[in-house]
């Protein structure tokens, strides 16, 4: 039985058992045309940008001024909803004892501060001694796709400080989050080569939220003696 034996063959069992055959010539058959025009328009709603010269010039930064003027010429940063949001942390310090670091700017407003200010000072540590940064350095939401990236970032940023520990503010918890926000037990672990704990964050503990107060005393009764670092 030849080539056009079996075709034939199949496109008649085809036509009596109400499926269809679809063999390579009939490709170019009309009523096939409408299924080769919806695969080449079926294409992601959103095309991811591709990486521009800017986007590697962090990775060779020599100092926290190039590190950080590297990262506002990146497409991540340089987005046009983004780039007036863009927030360098001020008065970076070099070897600090403590790296604080929050999720974004929007987490560190001044009642929040004052929360922070208040809890070192307790502490027995001076505010202004710690270096502070942030892991999103805009306001903007961070997407998925970019969060590899970011977190690069930051163990540049980190090798750039030189912390001896790292303290993380996790974000805080918000309804349209899908992910889980990080455990805040105060047991240390180690990121980038440093000591770090995780906390809440501080807008978690504003006195506008109903469970600040166990959250105040959780920081203090379990996640600080937790850590080991402060007496």
Not at 89 to 98: L, M, Q, R, S
Request: glycine content about 4%; some cysteine.
């Amino acid at each position: 039985m030849n080539a056009d034996s079996i075709k034939t063959y199949l496109l008649a069992q085809s036509e009596m058992g109400g499926f269809e055959i679809v063999v390579p010539s009939q490709l170019s058959e009309p009523r096939f045309t409408r299924l080769k025009d919806l695969q080449d328009t079926q294409k992601p709603v959103v095309d991811l940008p591709k990486p521009t010269q800017s986007d590697f010039l962090w990775k060779d930064a020599t100092s926290l001024n190039d590190f950080y003027e590297a990262l506002r010429k990146h497409s991540i940063y340089a987005k046009s909803m983004r780039s007036l949001s863009f927030l360098v942390p001020k008065d970076i310090k070099i070897n600090a004892a403590y790296l604080l670091l929050f999720h974004s700017p929007q987490e560190l407003t001044a009642e929040s501060k004052g929360i922070l200010e208040r809890l070192f000072k307790k502490l027995g540590i001076d505010l202004r001694e710690c270096a502070i940064s942030f892991f999103f350095k805009c306001d903007e939401t961070a997407m998925p796709r970019e969060k590899p990236v970011l977190r690069e970032m930051l163990f540049k940023e980190i090798e750039l400080l030189n912390p001896e520990k790292i303290i993380f503010f996790r974000e805080a918890p918000c309804s349209e989050k899908i992910e889980k926000p990080a455990k805040a037990d105060g047991t240390p672990a180690t990121f980038a080569g440093k000591p770090a704990i995780t906390l809440y964050s501080l807008l978690e503990m504003l006195p506008s939220k109903p469970d600040y107060k166990e959250k105040m005393l959780e920081i203090w009764n379990s996640l600080l003696p937790n850590s080991g670092w402060f007496k």
